[in-house]
């Protein structure tokens, strides 16, 4: 079962090897702005996107694929795990 | 002929002559018809001139593109004042920045917005119309309510404009690190819609897309030629826009029949917004701007939309659209070359001029100038660029653009590369310079040269060469959060590279061409 912190714990580790190839891992926190600080630019979001969508076997809509639900690991983590539904 | 009346009263005329007709839609269905735009821009216009605005002032719109912020336009125009609007994502410090620089008496703005805006411009803080929120109209009109519980503002009559008075101000990427404002009048605006009126002879009947953000000079086109006419503004917010799935579904179902953008998002939709899918048979006339359309990609969008007819529109925001060219039903096969920015606009004249001011000869290469109605006043408060940036030839004001060109066979002109340091990213202007005076300040930067390099994925790839001790490496993480401190997100560099020292021209300058050489 994913629970967001191994949600987030995925989402991190495909950022840091798509997008930020030499980066120390311990500068991307859960809480840093990826789409406002221009860290995934549009491109990048839609391969994000197309990622999760893929990994955790969900649909994310279009409305959702904004700086609103995706702009932090920690929002990418909580968006993906609602999707998944309640764990019984 | 709308030159020589007010850009306004294009609405007015509108509002009469198709009172139930739908003046503007948003992606999510709300609507507002003509009459009801008339009415709620002239509620904005009677609070602005009791909170004191006059003719010939400045009034700042951060708002979300919304009917809200359509009507917030119309009425500020309708004060007599000009509308100064900004990026609603860029960071409060910009915009505040730009506020204070053409010194506006009120500003319209999202409750979202207001404390930090507010934070920035004390203590001199001019008058805040603020809306809970943006959509349909409801916002704005609940913050005219509010206004009028404590004092109903009586209704006043639209202000008495003249031709030269400013419409507009629309700030672009300032090569010193302060984004410049470039002063726009009612006849540069109704002068380019009567061409464009005369080009593309819209219906009322039409559907247009408005793609760009009201900070960006497409917006002109998008805003006003359907009120011109009587059709219906179909507004894309900033998150749908960048969305080609999504885009390519509301073309459908809005049935679009004009669209107008920069071409990097119709690239993205030919990639990956599923057009296949989709019946866009409605669209009649597609316009693209703001940088080059590479020729696989417009040859891949012909393969979904045969039917329309396309145009490459060219010019800086100082111009408007000043030179354009109708795309060829067929494209060659064997055609690689970009197509031309072809002929001058008929409200304007060109001249091409060499490295001396002198008119060049023949079809050689030169600096394109542009002279006529539609050519700005000048820059806001910087009289000394905009002197730097006219020439007088012949008893006429030319604008130097800054641009290179040549003219081809057929007498079009061919775009050949900048004169400066300005690049386009998803048609948006950036300035280098803007983008390393904002790196300099960071502390561990000791220099800083920003270059700009063609990409086959992207367009554009903007990277940053910084000088760090000992070539230290810093954290992207932390350098890209640094810059949206100051920079909108599309200035920010896509990749950093750190030096201990950056290579040296023989004089001592930073040798870009070395940078660009590294990759």
Known sequence: MHDETSIAAEVKEFILQEFLPEEDPSELESATPLITAGILDSIATLKLVAFVEKRFGIAVEAHEASVEHLNTIADIARLVRAKLGNPA | ?519
Request: hydrophobic fraction near 40%.
């Open chain 2, 1 to 519: 002929m709308i030159r020589g009346s007010p850009l306004h009263e294009v609405l007015t005329r509108s509002a009469a002559a198709r009172p139930g007709h739908p003046a503007v839609e948003e992606a999510d269905g709300s609507a507002i018809s003509y009459a009801d735009l008339a009415v709620l821009s002239d509620r904005v216009r009677d609070r602005l001139l009791v909170l004191g605005v006059c003719r010939g002032d400045r009034v700042g719109v951060w708002v979300r593109k919304s009917i809200d912020s359509v009507a917030a336009i119309f009425g500020v125009l309708k004060s007599g004042a000009a509308y100064v609007p900004v990026d609603p994502s860029a960071p409060a410090a910009r915009n505040a920045s730009i506020f204070a620089d053409c010194d506006v008496r009120v500003v319209l703005v999202e409750e979202r917005f207001e404390a930090a805006l507010r934070a920035e411009l004390e203590p001199v803080v001019p008058v805040m119309v603020v809306l809970r929120g943006s959509g349909g109209g409801c916002g704005l009109r609940t913050a005219l309510d509010a206004f009028d519980v404590a004092a109903i503002a009586p209704r006043g009559n639209t202000v008495r404009t003249s031709d030269d008075d400013l419409a507009y101000i629309l700030y672009t990427s300032g090569s010193t690190g302060k984004p410049k404002g470039v002063m726009l009048t009612h006849e540069n605006a109704t002068s380019f819609l009567d061409w464009c009126t005369e080009t593309f002879a819209p219906r009322s009947e039409d559907r247009f897309s408005a793609h760009a953000p009201f900070h960006f000079d497409l917006s002109i086109l998008d805003l006003f030629l359907p009120v011109v006419h009587g059709a219906t503004i179909v507004l894309i917010g900033e998150e749908l826009g960048r969305d080609p799935s999504s885009l390519a579904r509301l073309i459908a179902r809005s049935q679009l029949s004009i669209w107008y953008s920069a071409p990097s998002i119709l690239r993205l939709m030919v990639q990956s917004g599923a057009l296949a899918e989709h019946d866009h048979r409605r669209l009649r006339i597609v316009l693209f701007a703001g940088e080059v359309f590479p020729i696989v990609h417009l040859r891949a969008l012909k393969r979904f939309w045969p039917h329309p007819v396309y145009f490459n529109l060219y010019g800086p925001t100082e111009t408007n659209v000043c030179t354009f060219y109708r795309v060829p039903d067929a494209i060659p096969e064997e055609r690689l070359d970009p197509y031309p920015i072809g002929k001058v606009c008929s409200h304007l004249h060109d001249l091409v001029i060499d490295e001396l001011g002198q008119p060049v000869e023949g079809n050689g290469e030169g600096e394109l100038c542009i002279g006529g109605p539609g050519v700005m006043r000048g820059y806001w408060n910087d009289a000394a660029l905009t002197e730097a940036r006219f020439i007088t030839a012949g008893f006429a004001r030319w604008y130097r653009t800054g641009d290179l060109v040549a003219r081809d066979e057929c007498g079009d002109y061919v775009y050949r590369g900048r004169r400066d340091r300005m690049v386009k990213k998803r048609g948006y202007r950036v300035e280098l310079g803007e983008i390393e005076s904002c790196l300099s300040r960071h502390p561990e930067a000791r220099e800083v040269a920003v270059v700009a390099l063609p990409d086959d994925e992207v367009g554009l790839l903007v990277k940053a060469h910084i000088g760090t001790e000992a070539g230290k490496r810093l954290s992207v993480v932390r350098l890209k959060q640094f810059c949206a401190q100051s920079l909108p997100a599309y200035m920010i560099p896509d990749h950093f590279h750190f030096h201990a020292l950056l290579p040296k021209t023989s004089t001592g300058k930073t040798d870009y061409q070395a940078l660009a050489k590294l990759g």
